[in-house]
C-alpha cells in the first residue's frame, strides 16, 4: 500500500499570505496525485488533479507541483475561503490512498 | 451540472447489512468511472470502491473486500454499494463520487455527493 504522508498538519496562515503544504507517497505514484479540500460538513472538492493541473473553476491562486514522491500545494495569497483541511490523494496504485490532512487555519 | 445524490444510510447492528443508492445526473454517466469513499467522525477521507464505466472492473481495500459490493445501473443512472457483516468502525459518512476518467489513470474523484451517514451499532 501507498502510505501518503502530509507536512504540516497544521498550517497557521494570516489572510493574503503564501501557503505551502506537502505530501509525500512511499514510492513513485509518477503524476497520478490529487488534492481536495473539504471544510467543516461539507464534502471535499477537488483542487488539483495530475499533481499540477487546476480542476474547473478552481483559483489561478492554486497550483500544483511534484512528480514521483514528493508533491506541492501552494495557494499564493490565502482569502478567508481557502481555511479548510485539504487531503491528497494518489490513484496510481491499488488501494487507492489519501494522506492525513493538513488543516490550514487562521493565524 | 453533475448531481449525486446518495440515500441508504441508517443505524444497523453490527453483522447487519446495508445498500447505499447514489442516483447521478448531469453527465453521461456510462462515460466514468464511479466510487466510494468514507469518512469516519472527525477522521480523514478513506476509498472503500470503484466501479469502470461499464462496470466490468471493480476493486476495492482489503478493508472492505469480500464484504461490500459496489455495482451500477447505467439504465438508472445510479450507483450502489451492497454492504455486508458489518462493522462498528465501518461508522461513517459514505460519499458517492464520479471519477475523472473511465478507466485506469482516471480514478480520480472529481464531483461528490452530500454523503451519507451509516451507524453501525448494538
Known amino acids: 500500500e501507498v502510505v501518503m504522508t502530509q507536512s504540516p498538519a497544521t498550517l497557521s496562515v494570516s489572510p493574503g499570505e503564501r501557503a505551502t503544504l506537502s505530501c509525500r507517497a512511499s514510492?513513485?505514484?509518477?503524476?497520478?496525485l490529487g488534492w481536495y479540500q473539504q471544510k467543516p460538513g461539507q464534502a471535499p472538492r477537488l483542487v488539483i488533479h495530475?499533481?499540477?493541473t487546476r480542476a474547473t473553476g478552481i483559483p489561478a491562486r492554486f497550483s500544483g507541483s511534484g512528480s514521483g514522491t514528493e508533491f506541492t500545494l501552494t495557494i499564493s495569497s490565502l482569502q478567508s475561503e481557502d481555511f479548510a483541511v485539504y487531503y491528497c490523494?494518489?490513484?496510481?496504485?491499488?488501494?487507492?490512498?489519501f494522506g492525513g490532512g493538513t488543516k490550514v487555519e487562521m493565524k | 451540472e453533475v448531481q449525486l445524490v446518495e440515500s441508504g444510510g441508517g443505524l444497523v447492528q453490527p453483522g447487519g447489512s446495508l445498500r447505499l443508492s447514489c442516483a447521478a445526473s448531469?453527465?453521461?454517466?456510462?462515460?466514468?468511472?464511479m466510487s466510494w469513499v468514507r469518512q469516519a467522525p472527525g477522521k480523514g477521507l478513506e476509498w472503500v470502491s470503484v466501479?469502470?464505466?461499464?462496470?466490468?472492473?471493480?476493486n476495492y481495500p482489503d478493508s472492505v473486500k469480500g464484504r461490500f459490493t459496489i455495482s451500477r445501473d447505467t439504465s438508472k443512472n445510479t450507483l450502489y454499494l451492497e454492504m455486508n457483516s458489518l462493522r462498528d468502525e465501518d461508522t461513517a459518512v459514505y460519499y458517492c463520487?464520479?471519477?475523472?476518467?473511465?478507466?485506469?489513470?482516471?480514478?480520480?474523484?472529481?464531483?461528490w455527493g452530500q454523503g451519507t451517514l451509516v451507524t453501525v451499532s448494538s
Open positions: 463520487a464520479k471519477c475523472l476518467g473511465v478507466s485506469s489513470g482516471g480514478y480520480a474523484p472529481d464531483h
Open positions: 448531469g453527465f453521461s454517466f456510462s462515460d466514468y468511472a
Open positions: 466501479i469502470s464505466g461499464f462496470g466490468t472492473y471493480t
Open positions: 514510492q513513485s505514484i509518477k503524476s497520478n
Open positions: 495530475g499533481a499540477s
Open positions: 490523494h494518489q490513484y496510481n496504485n491499488w488501494p487507492l490512498t
